[in-house]
Every structure is written in structure tokens, then in C-alpha cells.
């Protein structure tokens, strides 16, 4: 074991590592994923969503990828208003994953070979609602522990302050409203693209918070503060946008009829895109950061 082992006192070196290697991989998952839709629609199979892709051979990739974004954003968290934002979204993603899309009874008939129900024009299947309902209980007793084990151990080294607290209830009170939502039907058809919209306005949030901070903290990376402000600000009014626009259309249920079938797809590969930017900016200023917790 050498001396900037991340488990000895002098791990800077190896601590700075690890974090560069979870922002890489974040930005791995997004080429993943991405990697795993273009392949698909490549093939023929009728997308009309990236979170179609739960239906598809894909379907692994999709989970595993949203997964692997989760961990990196909680791994990620610090005390910042900014990284409780990503805290927040990286809860959220897991519920994307777990939860499937509700899609209309012709496209889950195209990708599955079987339709909705009589009488119904969209659904999720049955047996994916039965497999959503077995890994979202899974994620809340984990969820729950890691926030009860947040908690002892900041206790444990006297870091336990008011806002770790506040933030504590907060981050539980998702869980809580998740739980009990999770018992009604209508969580079967809102669940997966409420935990969308949700993950995207924290994005958003996350951007906005950090391009107001920029002009006063400073950057840590290459580029002044302002440029880093100003795109930041930028990123942050699109993702919102985009976000709003998108969960308009989709409850508007009108889009298709003028923006074409696969108009959803195309909103998500914008956000997802977006996302990607917000995350190689993020990426470029603290790669010298070897403590993600400090700020």
C-alpha cells in the first residue's frame, strides 16, 4: 500500500483519482446509453422514446446506465446547495429506471408483440409493473439506510450541523411521498416521467445555483468565472425549458399529431444532451478537486 493510498492520511493523490474516474464515468454511462438507442433504432426496432428502451434488448443498458449516473451523483454530493441538487437527482434516477413508461397499446405492440388490455390505449405491462414494484421497495430500504448511516456518521465525527439535518428531512421526504405513491395505480402511469422531470429540474437548479455563486467563489478549473457563469446560466434555462416543454406536451397529449411520432425521442436526446454538456463543464472545473464533500 504507498503513502497517497485514499485509505491513509495522505490520499490526495489517490482520492483526486477516484473522483476524476467517477466523473468520467457518469459521462460513460450517458455514451453508453446513448450507444444502446442508436443501435436499436439502427436495427429497425420502432423507438419512439429513450425510455422505450426498457421494452428492447436494451433494456439493461437503460437500467445499468441510469444506475451508474445515480451513483455518481450521490458519490458527488457535498454540502454546496449545488451538490445537494445533484444529491437529489441522483435520487431520482433510480425511480426512471425501475419505473417503466406507460406507452400507447400500438408501440407496445410493435416492441413486444402484445398490446394493452382491452379497453385500454395505454399501459405498462403487468409484469413490468409487478418487477417495478419488487426494485422500487428495494431502493427505499436502501435509500433509507444510507440516509440513516449519513446521519451516525457524520454524529460519529462531529460534522452533524443544522443544514446536514435539514437536508437529511428533505432527502426523506422524497423518499416518504415516493412510498406513498407508490401504493396508488396512477404511480404505474406518472411515476417514470415525474421522476424525469423531476431529475432534469434538478439539473437545471443545480446550474442556475452554480452560475449565481460562480462571480463570488471563483472557478478551480481552466476558464474565468464569468465564462463558467454565463454558460452555466445558459445550460440551466435550457434544461428547464426543455423539461417544461416536455411535460406539457406530454400531458397535453397533442404533440404527436404535429410534431410526428417519434417527437419524444427527440425531446429526450436534447436533455439528455444538454445534460451531457452541463456534466463535461462540470467535469473541467473540478478535475483538480480531490474532496467533492468540501464544496
Given at each position: 500500500m504507498t503513502r497517497s493510498d485514499a485509505l491513509r492520511a495522505g490520499g490526495g493523490t489517490s482520492s483526486l483519482r477516484t473522483y476524476r474516474y467517477v466523473r468520467l464515468a457518469l459521462l460513460a454511462?450517458?455514451?453508453?446509453?446513448?450507444?444502446?438507442?442508436?443501435?436499436?433504432?439502427?436495427?429497425?426496432?420502432?423507438?419512439?422514446?429513450?425510455s422505450a428502451l426498457y421494452y428492447t434488448p436494451g433494456r439493461s443498458v437503460f437500467v445499468g446506465a441510469l444506475f451508474a449516473v445515480s451513483l455518481a451523483l450521490v458519490v458527488l454530493a457535498g454540502r454546496s446547495r449545488r451538490r445537494f441538487l445533484l444529491l437529489l437527482a441522483g435520487m431520482t434516477t433510480p425511480v426512471i429506471a425501475l419505473v417503466p413508461p406507460p406507452l400507447p397499446s400500438g408501440e407496445m405492440r410493435a416492441l413486444t408483440g402484445s398490446g394493452c388490455p382491452s379497453g385500454l390505449d395505454r399501459c405498462p405491462p403487468p409484469e413490468a409493473t409487478d418487477a417495478a414494484a419488487v426494485g422500487v421497495l428495494s431502493y427505499l430500504v436502501v435509500a433509507a439506510l444510507v440516509l440513516t448511516a449519513s446521519i451516525v456518521l457524520a454524529a460519529a465525527a462531529r460534522t452533524l450541523d443544522l443544514a446536514l439535518v435539514v437536508r437529511t428531512v428533505v432527502a426523506s421526504a422524497l423518499l416518504v411521498s415516493l412510498g406513498a405513491w407508490s401504493a396508488y395505480p396512477s404511480f404505474?402511469?406518472?411515476?417514470?416521467?415525474?421522476?424525469?422531470?423531476?431529475?432534469?429540474?434538478?439539473?437545471?437548479?443545480?446550474?442556475?445555483?452554480?452560475?449565481?455563486?460562480?462571480?463570488?467563489?471563483?472557478?478551480?478549473?481552466?476558464?474565468?468565472?464569468?465564462?463558467?457563469?454565463?454558460?452555466?446560466?445558459?445550460?440551466?434555462?435550457?434544461?428547464?425549458?426543455?423539461?417544461?416543454?416536455?411535460?406539457?406536451?406530454?400531458?397535453?397529449?397533442?404533440?404527436?399529431?404535429?410534431?410526428g411520432p417519434q417527437w419524444l425521442l427527440i425531446g429526450e436526446a436534447v436533455g439528455l444532451g444538454l445534460f451531457a454538456a452541463f456534466w463535461v463543464l462540470q467535469t473541467v472545473e473540478n478535475w483538480n478537486e480531490s474532496n467533492a464533500a468540501a464544496h
Open positions: 454511462s450517458v455514451v453508453f446509453l446513448s450507444v444502446a438507442v442508436t443501435q436499436q433504432i439502427a436495427a429497425g426496432v420502432p423507438l419512439r422514446s429513450i404505474d402511469y406518472l411515476g417514470h416521467y415525474a421522476a424525469a422531470a423531476l431529475f432534469f429540474l434538478f439539473i437545471a437548479a443545480a446550474a442556475g445555483v452554480h452560475s449565481a455563486a460562480l462571480p463570488e467563489e471563483g472557478t478551480r478549473g481552466p476558464g474565468s468565472a464569468r465564462f463558467h457563469s454565463i454558460v452555466n446560466g445558459v445550460l440551466s434555462v435550457l434544461i428547464s425549458g426543455v423539461d417544461v416543454a416536455l411535460v406539457l406536451l406530454v400531458l397535453s397529449g397533442t404533440a404527436e399529431p404535429v410534431l
